[in-house]
């Protein structure tokens, strides 16, 4: 994680890690099923237990 902490893309200022969470919960709206809200939630978790 702290690789994605320091680098960032050419056209922003922000961590990748920013942009990455921002859009995953941007994007939550579009998981439709069960299994991918399931997926999302069981990531999240690994990530929040990952000692960011």
């Known amino acids: ?14 961590p990748i890690t920013s942009q990455f969470f921002r859009q995953w919960i941007n994007d939550a ?11 999302s939630v069981l990531g999240f978790c690994a990530v929040m237990q990952s000692h960011l």
Request: without cysteine; negative net charge; charged residues 30%.
């Open 1 to 14: 994680m702290g690789l994605l902490e320091t680098t960032r893309f050419p056209s922003s200022p922000e």
């Open 29 to 39: 709206g579009l998981f439709e099923g069960i299994h991918d809200r399931k997926i």
